[in-house]
Protein backbone atom coordinates (compact mmCIF):
# COMPACT_ATOMS: atom_id res chain seq x y z
CA UNK A 1 0.00 0.00 0.00
CA UNK A 2 1.43 3.03 -0.75
CA UNK A 3 0.45 5.80 1.88
CA UNK A 4 2.61 8.61 0.26
CA UNK A 5 0.31 8.09 -2.67
CA UNK A 6 -2.87 8.43 -1.01
CA UNK A 7 -1.71 11.38 1.50
CA UNK A 8 -0.78 13.09 -1.96
CA UNK A 9 -3.91 11.85 -4.00
CA UNK A 10 -6.22 13.97 -0.64
CA UNK A 11 -4.18 16.70 -0.76
CA UNK A 12 -4.66 17.42 -4.38
CA UNK A 13 -8.72 16.77 -4.28
CA UNK A 14 -9.16 19.13 -0.79
CA UNK A 15 -7.52 21.76 -3.20
CA UNK A 16 -11.33 21.65 -5.35
CA UNK A 17 -12.58 23.25 -1.88
CA UNK A 18 -15.95 22.86 -1.02
CA UNK A 19 -17.19 21.31 -3.89
CA UNK A 20 -16.01 18.27 -2.64
CA UNK A 21 -18.06 17.45 0.48
CA UNK A 22 -20.55 18.19 -1.51
CA UNK A 23 -19.96 15.75 -3.64
CA UNK A 24 -19.58 13.45 -0.99
CA UNK A 25 -22.91 14.08 0.90
CA UNK A 26 -24.86 14.10 -2.26
CA UNK A 27 -23.56 10.94 -3.25
CA UNK A 28 -23.63 9.36 0.10
CA UNK A 29 -27.29 10.18 0.78
CA UNK A 30 -28.76 9.79 -3.15
CA UNK A 31 -27.49 6.11 -2.65
CA UNK A 32 -28.60 5.72 1.44
CA UNK A 33 -31.29 8.40 2.29
CA UNK A 34 -31.28 6.71 5.62
CA UNK A 35 -28.26 8.14 6.51
CA UNK A 36 -29.01 11.52 6.21
CA UNK A 37 -30.85 11.87 9.93
CA UNK A 38 -27.37 11.15 11.71
CA UNK A 39 -25.96 14.21 10.23
CA UNK A 40 -26.44 17.89 11.29
CA UNK A 41 -29.26 19.75 10.11
CA UNK A 42 -27.32 22.40 8.76
CA UNK A 43 -23.50 20.85 6.58
CA UNK A 44 -21.78 24.19 6.05
CA UNK A 45 -17.97 23.44 4.94
CA UNK A 46 -16.69 24.14 9.03
CA UNK A 47 -18.70 21.42 9.99
CA UNK A 48 -17.69 18.64 7.32
CA UNK A 49 -16.03 16.23 9.99
CA UNK A 50 -16.34 13.30 8.21
CA UNK A 51 -14.88 13.92 5.17
CA UNK A 52 -12.24 16.33 5.94
CA UNK A 53 -10.93 13.78 8.70
CA UNK A 54 -11.52 10.73 6.66
CA UNK A 55 -8.70 11.46 3.95
CA UNK A 56 -6.22 12.61 6.58
CA UNK A 57 -7.00 9.64 9.09
CA UNK A 58 -7.06 6.81 6.18
CA UNK A 59 -4.44 7.95 4.68
CA UNK A 60 -1.77 7.60 8.03
CA UNK A 61 -2.49 3.74 7.48
CA UNK A 62 1.20 3.69 7.08
CA UNK A 63 1.56 4.76 11.10
CA UNK A 64 -0.44 1.94 12.20
CA UNK A 65 0.78 1.71 15.58
CA UNK A 66 0.54 5.51 15.86
CA UNK A 67 -3.19 5.84 15.13
CA UNK A 68 -4.70 2.50 15.84
CA UNK A 69 -5.51 3.32 19.50
CA UNK A 70 -7.16 6.73 18.04
CA UNK A 71 -9.11 4.87 15.91
CA UNK A 72 -10.19 2.35 18.19
CA UNK A 73 -11.47 5.41 20.60
CA UNK A 74 -12.96 7.00 17.33
CA UNK A 75 -14.98 3.72 16.16
CA UNK A 76 -16.19 3.67 19.72
CA UNK A 77 -16.83 7.36 20.15
CA UNK A 78 -18.97 6.65 17.13
CA UNK A 79 -21.44 4.92 18.49
CA UNK A 80 -23.66 7.91 19.49
CA UNK A 81 -24.09 8.99 16.45
CA UNK A 82 -25.85 5.70 15.67
CA UNK A 83 -23.65 4.15 13.23
CA UNK A 84 -23.67 0.11 12.70
CA UNK A 85 -20.78 -1.91 10.73
CA UNK A 86 -23.36 -2.07 8.08
CA UNK A 87 -22.67 1.83 7.04
CA UNK A 88 -19.07 1.12 6.94
CA UNK A 89 -18.79 0.02 3.42
CA UNK A 90 -21.67 2.63 2.78
CA UNK A 91 -19.01 5.83 3.41
CA UNK A 92 -16.07 4.07 1.51
CA UNK A 93 -18.38 3.31 -1.52
CA UNK A 94 -19.17 7.32 -1.35
CA UNK A 95 -15.54 8.26 -0.40
CA UNK A 96 -13.64 6.48 -3.36
CA UNK A 97 -16.31 7.68 -5.67
CA UNK A 98 -15.63 11.23 -4.67
CA UNK A 99 -11.29 10.53 -4.92
CA UNK A 100 -12.45 9.19 -8.37
CA UNK A 101 -14.20 12.31 -9.40
CA UNK A 102 -11.58 14.92 -8.41
CA UNK A 103 -8.66 12.95 -8.98
CA UNK A 104 -9.39 12.89 -12.81
CA UNK A 105 -6.84 11.46 -14.98
CA UNK A 106 -4.26 11.22 -12.01
CA UNK A 107 -6.87 8.13 -10.69
CA UNK A 108 -5.66 4.94 -11.33
CA UNK A 109 -6.49 1.13 -10.40
CA UNK A 110 -3.44 1.07 -7.94
CA UNK A 111 -5.22 4.24 -6.26
CA UNK A 112 -8.41 2.43 -6.21
CA UNK A 113 -7.32 -0.63 -4.79
CA UNK A 114 -4.79 1.45 -1.97
CA UNK A 115 -8.22 3.60 -0.50
CA UNK A 116 -10.14 0.69 -0.84
CA UNK A 117 -7.59 -1.55 1.14
CA UNK A 118 -6.80 1.10 3.82
CA UNK A 119 -10.62 2.42 4.09
CA UNK A 120 -11.19 -1.49 4.96
CA UNK A 121 -8.57 -1.44 7.42
CA UNK A 122 -9.54 1.37 9.59
CA UNK A 123 -13.00 0.61 9.46
CA UNK A 124 -12.84 -2.62 10.70
CA UNK A 125 -10.27 -1.40 13.12
CA UNK A 126 -13.66 1.03 14.11
CA UNK A 127 -16.12 -1.46 14.03
CA UNK A 128 -14.03 -4.10 16.16
CA UNK A 129 -13.44 -1.59 19.01
CA UNK A 130 -17.03 -0.17 18.33
CA UNK A 131 -18.55 -3.79 19.43
CA UNK A 132 -15.85 -4.35 22.14
CA UNK A 133 -17.29 -0.83 23.54
CA UNK A 134 -20.87 -2.03 23.56
CA UNK A 135 -20.47 -4.77 25.73
CA UNK A 136 -19.26 -2.64 27.84
CA UNK A 137 -20.55 0.79 28.05
CA UNK A 138 -23.52 2.66 26.70
CA UNK A 139 -23.58 4.90 23.27
CA UNK A 140 -23.86 7.89 25.46
CA UNK A 141 -23.85 9.13 28.53
CA UNK A 142 -26.80 11.93 30.13
CA UNK A 143 -25.66 14.46 32.27
CA UNK A 144 -26.87 16.90 34.10
CA UNK A 145 -25.41 20.23 34.80
CA UNK A 146 -25.70 21.01 38.67
CA UNK A 147 -23.00 23.94 38.77
CA UNK A 148 -22.77 26.80 36.19
CA UNK A 149 -20.40 29.54 36.80
CA UNK A 150 -19.68 32.36 34.66
CA UNK A 151 -16.16 33.12 34.86
CA UNK A 152 -15.87 36.20 32.20
CA UNK A 153 -18.60 37.24 29.24
CA UNK A 154 -17.03 34.68 27.08
CA UNK A 155 -16.20 31.70 29.76
CA UNK A 156 -18.15 29.74 31.78
CA UNK A 157 -16.90 26.59 34.19
CA UNK A 158 -19.56 23.84 34.43
CA UNK A 159 -20.09 20.72 36.55
CA UNK A 160 -22.10 18.11 35.10
CA UNK A 161 -23.17 14.48 36.95
CA UNK A 162 -23.53 11.51 34.54
CA UNK A 163 -26.28 9.10 35.28
CA UNK A 164 -23.56 6.20 35.16
CA UNK A 165 -19.85 6.22 35.85
CA UNK A 166 -17.85 7.44 32.95
CA UNK A 167 -14.58 6.24 32.44
CA UNK A 168 -11.69 8.02 31.21
CA UNK A 169 -7.78 9.21 31.43
CA UNK A 170 -6.78 12.72 32.71
CA UNK A 171 -6.48 14.85 29.29
CA UNK A 172 -9.15 13.24 27.52
CA UNK A 173 -12.23 14.93 25.79
CA UNK A 174 -15.78 13.93 25.36
CA UNK A 175 -18.39 14.93 22.68
CA UNK A 176 -21.15 16.86 24.25
CA UNK A 177 -24.34 17.51 22.67
CA UNK A 178 -27.03 20.01 23.86
CA UNK A 179 -30.68 19.26 23.68
CA UNK A 180 -31.18 22.58 21.28
CA UNK A 181 -28.91 21.80 18.60
CA UNK A 182 -29.32 18.31 17.80
CA UNK A 183 -26.62 15.89 16.19
CA UNK A 184 -24.00 19.08 16.66
CA UNK A 185 -21.91 16.95 18.58
CA UNK A 186 -18.43 19.40 20.04
CA UNK A 187 -15.68 17.93 21.96
CA UNK A 188 -14.81 19.33 25.35
CA UNK A 189 -11.75 18.04 27.91
CA UNK A 190 -12.44 16.87 31.50
CA UNK A 191 -11.11 19.59 33.46
CA UNK A 192 -11.24 17.08 36.63
CA UNK A 193 -9.13 13.73 37.25
CA UNK A 194 -12.10 11.06 37.87
CA UNK A 195 -14.59 11.35 41.21
CA UNK A 196 -16.71 8.75 42.41
CA UNK A 197 -19.52 11.19 42.65
CA UNK A 198 -19.73 10.77 38.88
CA UNK A 199 -19.12 14.89 38.64
CA UNK A 200 -17.26 16.21 35.70
CA UNK A 201 -16.20 19.96 35.30
CA UNK A 202 -15.82 21.51 31.74
CA UNK A 203 -14.07 24.83 30.84
CA UNK A 204 -16.29 26.52 27.80
CA UNK A 205 -14.85 29.62 26.06
CA UNK A 206 -17.42 31.14 23.89
CA UNK A 207 -16.56 31.35 19.99
CA UNK A 208 -17.95 33.67 18.25
CA UNK A 209 -20.16 32.15 15.35
CA UNK A 210 -20.34 29.23 16.92
CA UNK A 211 -23.52 27.42 17.49
CA UNK A 212 -22.76 25.33 20.35
CA UNK A 213 -20.40 27.28 22.86
CA UNK A 214 -22.81 30.05 22.98
CA UNK A 215 -25.36 27.70 24.08
CA UNK A 216 -22.90 26.69 26.87
CA UNK A 217 -21.65 29.35 28.54
CA UNK A 218 -24.93 31.35 27.51
CA UNK A 219 -27.95 30.12 27.92
CA UNK A 220 -27.50 26.73 29.75
CA UNK A 221 -27.66 26.34 33.77
CA UNK A 222 -27.81 23.75 36.85
CA UNK A 223 -30.74 21.53 36.18
CA UNK A 224 -29.92 21.38 32.28
CA UNK A 225 -29.28 17.57 30.64
CA UNK A 226 -26.57 17.46 27.75
CA UNK A 227 -25.58 13.94 26.25
CA UNK A 228 -21.54 12.95 26.59
CA UNK A 229 -19.93 10.54 24.03
CA UNK A 230 -17.13 7.88 24.48
CA UNK A 231 -13.93 9.36 26.07
CA UNK A 232 -11.22 10.59 23.05
CA UNK A 233 -8.29 11.69 22.98
CA UNK A 234 -4.15 10.80 23.61
CA UNK A 235 -2.66 13.87 25.46
CA UNK A 236 -3.05 11.54 28.44
CA UNK A 237 -0.49 11.59 31.70
CA UNK A 238 2.66 8.84 30.61
CA UNK A 239 2.29 7.01 34.43
CA UNK A 240 4.98 5.37 33.74
CA UNK A 241 7.88 7.90 32.55
CA UNK A 242 8.75 9.88 35.85
CA UNK A 243 9.86 12.90 34.38
CA UNK A 244 9.13 16.06 35.77
CA UNK A 245 6.17 17.61 34.17
CA UNK A 246 5.76 20.56 31.78
CA UNK A 247 2.20 21.72 30.96
CA UNK A 248 1.24 24.49 29.08
CA UNK A 249 -2.31 25.81 28.39
CA UNK A 250 -3.57 28.21 26.40
CA UNK A 251 -7.31 29.95 27.86
CA UNK A 252 -9.83 26.62 28.31
CA UNK A 253 -6.86 24.75 27.13
CA UNK A 254 -5.82 24.55 30.83
CA UNK A 255 -9.33 22.36 30.98
CA UNK A 256 -7.29 18.59 30.60
CA UNK A 257 -3.72 20.05 32.20
CA UNK A 258 -5.79 20.56 35.13
CA UNK A 259 -7.25 17.18 34.86
CA UNK A 260 -3.58 15.78 34.67
CA UNK A 261 -2.31 18.48 37.65
CA UNK A 262 -5.01 16.70 39.66
CA UNK A 263 -3.91 12.94 38.66
CA UNK A 264 -0.46 13.91 39.24
CA UNK A 265 -1.41 15.43 43.39
CA UNK A 266 -3.12 11.86 43.88
CA UNK A 267 0.35 10.43 43.34
CA UNK A 268 2.38 9.21 46.87
CA UNK A 269 5.48 11.41 45.16
CA UNK A 270 4.96 14.17 42.98
CA UNK A 271 7.05 14.77 40.00
CA UNK A 272 8.07 18.23 39.73
CA UNK A 273 5.37 20.55 37.60
CA UNK A 274 5.81 23.95 35.80
CA UNK A 275 2.04 25.10 34.90
CA UNK A 276 2.64 27.98 32.23
CA UNK A 277 -1.20 29.17 31.87
CA UNK A 278 -1.49 32.15 29.10
CA UNK A 279 -4.45 34.41 27.84
CA UNK A 280 -4.30 37.19 25.50
CA UNK A 281 -5.43 39.19 28.31
CA UNK A 282 -5.25 39.22 32.51
CA UNK A 283 -8.90 38.94 32.63
CA UNK A 284 -8.20 35.44 30.50
CA UNK A 285 -6.69 33.79 32.93
CA UNK A 286 -9.98 32.96 34.22
CA UNK A 287 -8.62 29.57 36.57
CA UNK A 288 -5.51 31.85 38.18
CA UNK A 289 -6.76 31.68 41.59
CA UNK A 290 -7.49 28.35 41.84
CA UNK A 291 -4.10 27.36 40.22
CA UNK A 292 -2.08 29.80 42.88
CA UNK A 293 -4.10 28.02 45.39
CA UNK A 294 -3.08 25.13 43.96
CA UNK A 295 0.49 26.01 43.87
CA UNK A 296 0.79 27.46 47.32
CA UNK A 297 -0.35 23.94 48.80
CA UNK A 298 2.15 21.67 46.73
CA UNK A 299 6.01 22.65 46.94
CA UNK A 300 6.52 20.39 43.81
CA UNK A 301 4.51 22.71 41.68
CA UNK A 302 5.14 26.16 40.21
CA UNK A 303 2.03 28.47 38.13
CA UNK A 304 3.56 30.75 36.02
CA UNK A 305 0.84 32.99 33.88
CA UNK A 306 1.10 34.61 30.91
CA UNK A 307 -0.73 37.12 29.21
CA UNK A 308 0.12 37.93 25.35
CA UNK A 309 -1.40 41.78 24.76
CA UNK A 310 0.34 43.29 27.78
CA UNK A 311 -0.15 46.14 29.79
CA UNK A 312 -3.76 44.86 30.88
CA UNK A 313 -5.06 45.59 34.32
CA UNK A 314 -4.67 42.78 36.87
CA UNK A 315 -1.59 40.99 34.90
CA UNK A 316 1.49 42.71 37.16
CA UNK A 317 2.05 39.32 38.38
CA UNK A 318 1.49 37.48 35.04
CA UNK A 319 4.40 36.98 32.38
CA UNK A 320 4.31 38.81 29.00
CA UNK A 321 4.49 37.19 25.72
CA UNK A 322 3.17 34.18 24.05
CA UNK A 323 2.99 31.31 25.62
CA UNK A 324 5.91 30.01 23.49
CA UNK A 325 7.94 32.60 24.03
CA UNK A 326 7.64 32.80 27.88
CA UNK A 327 8.44 28.87 28.42
CA UNK A 328 11.43 29.13 26.66
CA UNK A 329 12.51 32.39 29.00
CA UNK A 330 12.21 30.14 31.83
CA UNK A 331 14.60 26.60 30.99
CA UNK A 332 15.51 24.12 28.68
CA UNK A 333 13.02 21.38 29.78
CA UNK A 334 14.86 19.11 28.10
CA UNK A 335 14.32 16.43 30.90
CA UNK A 336 10.77 16.77 31.04
CA UNK A 337 7.28 15.59 29.25
CA UNK A 338 5.67 18.52 28.70
CA UNK A 339 1.63 18.58 27.48
CA UNK A 340 0.31 21.48 25.49
CA UNK A 341 -3.24 22.13 25.00
CA UNK A 342 -4.98 25.54 23.09
CA UNK A 343 -5.62 26.69 19.96
CA UNK A 344 -3.96 25.29 16.29
CA UNK A 345 -1.66 28.33 16.93
CA UNK A 346 -0.93 28.00 20.06
CA UNK A 347 -0.11 24.47 20.24
CA UNK A 348 2.12 24.83 16.70
CA UNK A 349 4.61 27.36 18.16
CA UNK A 350 4.94 26.04 21.24
CA UNK A 351 5.69 22.49 20.38
CA UNK A 352 8.05 23.71 17.53
CA UNK A 353 9.89 25.67 19.95
CA UNK A 354 10.57 23.01 22.59
CA UNK A 355 11.56 21.09 19.79
CA UNK A 356 14.26 23.71 18.83
CA UNK A 357 15.24 23.79 23.01
CA UNK A 358 16.02 20.17 22.83
CA UNK A 359 12.88 18.13 23.91
CA UNK A 360 12.19 15.22 21.20
CA UNK A 361 8.53 15.04 20.02
CA UNK A 362 8.34 11.47 21.40
CA UNK A 363 8.43 13.35 24.89
CA UNK A 364 5.52 15.99 23.93
CA UNK A 365 1.83 15.26 24.02
CA UNK A 366 -0.67 17.53 22.63
CA UNK A 367 -4.53 18.63 21.21
CA UNK A 368 -5.26 21.36 19.21
CA UNK A 369 -9.23 22.45 20.16
CA UNK A 370 -10.02 23.93 16.77
CA UNK A 371 -9.05 21.14 14.76
CA UNK A 372 -12.23 18.49 15.02
C1 LIG B 1 -10.30 17.44 21.31
C2 LIG B 1 -10.97 18.77 21.53
C3 LIG B 1 -11.17 19.23 22.82
C4 LIG B 1 -11.77 20.47 23.06
N1 LIG B 1 -11.93 20.90 24.34
C5 LIG B 1 -12.46 22.14 24.56
C6 LIG B 1 -12.59 22.64 25.91
O1 LIG B 1 -12.27 21.97 26.88
N2 LIG B 1 -13.10 23.89 26.06
C7 LIG B 1 -13.48 24.67 24.99
O2 LIG B 1 -13.92 25.80 25.22
N3 LIG B 1 -13.38 24.20 23.72
C8 LIG B 1 -12.89 22.96 23.49
N4 LIG B 1 -12.80 22.50 22.20
C9 LIG B 1 -13.42 23.29 21.10
C10 LIG B 1 -14.92 22.92 21.05
O3 LIG B 1 -15.06 21.58 20.62
C11 LIG B 1 -15.74 23.78 20.10
O4 LIG B 1 -15.17 23.79 18.82
C12 LIG B 1 -15.89 25.22 20.60
O5 LIG B 1 -16.53 25.24 21.88
C13 LIG B 1 -16.76 26.02 19.64
O6 LIG B 1 -17.99 25.34 19.45
P1 LIG B 1 -19.11 25.97 18.51
O7 LIG B 1 -20.06 24.89 18.14
O8 LIG B 1 -19.66 27.18 19.15
O9 LIG B 1 -18.31 26.42 17.22
P2 LIG B 1 -17.60 25.47 16.15
O10 LIG B 1 -18.61 25.20 15.08
O11 LIG B 1 -16.94 24.30 16.81
O12 LIG B 1 -16.46 26.41 15.65
C14 LIG B 1 -16.74 27.60 14.91
C15 LIG B 1 -15.43 28.10 14.33
O13 LIG B 1 -14.54 28.51 15.37
C16 LIG B 1 -13.32 27.76 15.32
N5 LIG B 1 -12.96 27.44 16.71
C17 LIG B 1 -13.44 26.41 17.46
N6 LIG B 1 -12.89 26.43 18.69
C18 LIG B 1 -12.05 27.50 18.71
C19 LIG B 1 -11.19 28.03 19.69
N7 LIG B 1 -11.05 27.46 20.89
N8 LIG B 1 -10.47 29.13 19.36
C20 LIG B 1 -10.58 29.69 18.14
N9 LIG B 1 -11.37 29.22 17.17
C21 LIG B 1 -12.10 28.14 17.44
C22 LIG B 1 -13.64 26.52 14.50
O14 LIG B 1 -12.48 26.00 13.85
C23 LIG B 1 -14.67 27.04 13.55
O15 LIG B 1 -14.06 27.65 12.47
C24 LIG B 1 -12.20 21.26 21.96
C25 LIG B 1 -12.02 20.78 20.65
C26 LIG B 1 -11.40 19.57 20.42
C27 LIG B 1 -11.22 19.09 19.01
C1 LIG C 1 -12.78 4.66 8.59
C2 LIG C 1 -13.99 5.21 8.72
C3 LIG C 1 -14.30 6.52 9.42
C4 LIG C 1 -13.46 7.47 9.94
C5 LIG C 1 -11.93 7.47 9.96
C6 LIG C 1 -14.30 8.51 10.51
C7 LIG C 1 -13.82 9.64 11.14
C8 LIG C 1 -14.59 10.65 11.65
C9 LIG C 1 -14.09 11.78 12.36
C10 LIG C 1 -12.63 12.01 12.76
C11 LIG C 1 -15.13 12.58 12.64
C12 LIG C 1 -15.06 13.92 13.39
C13 LIG C 1 -15.05 13.70 14.86
C14 LIG C 1 -16.39 13.62 15.45
O1 LIG C 1 -17.17 14.57 15.28
O2 LIG C 1 -16.65 12.66 16.21
C15 LIG C 1 -16.31 11.94 12.14
C16 LIG C 1 -17.57 12.45 12.25
C17 LIG C 1 -18.70 11.78 11.86
N1 LIG C 1 -18.76 10.52 11.32
FE1 LIG C 1 -17.21 9.33 10.89
N2 LIG C 1 -15.62 8.19 10.32
C18 LIG C 1 -15.68 7.00 9.65
C19 LIG C 1 -16.81 6.33 9.27
C20 LIG C 1 -18.08 6.78 9.48
C21 LIG C 1 -19.27 6.07 9.08
C22 LIG C 1 -19.30 4.71 8.38
C23 LIG C 1 -20.34 6.83 9.43
C24 LIG C 1 -21.79 6.49 9.19
C25 LIG C 1 -22.55 7.19 8.44
C26 LIG C 1 -19.80 8.04 10.06
C27 LIG C 1 -20.57 9.07 10.55
C28 LIG C 1 -20.08 10.22 11.10
C29 LIG C 1 -20.92 11.33 11.54
C30 LIG C 1 -22.44 11.40 11.52
C31 LIG C 1 -20.06 12.32 12.00
C32 LIG C 1 -20.42 13.71 12.55
C33 LIG C 1 -20.50 14.66 11.38
C34 LIG C 1 -20.77 16.09 11.77
O3 LIG C 1 -20.86 16.42 12.94
O4 LIG C 1 -20.85 16.90 10.82
N3 LIG C 1 -18.45 7.95 10.08
N4 LIG C 1 -15.95 10.77 11.52
Redesign the pocket.
Known amino acids: MDAQALKDNFAQVAQHGDAVALFFYSD?FLRNPG?RE???IG?SHQ????LS??GR??AQVDNLPEVVPF?RQ?GA??RK?G?EAL??P???QSLIATLRYFSGAAWSDALARDWGDA?TL??NV?VEAADEDAKQRPAWWNAQIVAHERRRFDLAVLRVVTDRPLPYLPGQSV?VEVPVRP???R?YSMANAPRHDNTLDFHVRLVDGGPVSPVLVRSAGAGDWLKL?SP?GTMTFNERSGRDVLLIGGSTGLAPLKAILERIARSPAPPRVHLFFGARTADGLYDLADLTKRAADSPWLTVVPAVSEGGADGAEQAEQGVLADVVARYGLWRDHDAYVCGSPAMVDATVERLVGLGLGMDRIRSDKFAD?
Open positions: LLMFPMRDRLALVVVLDHFVHYEVGYLAMARMWYGVA
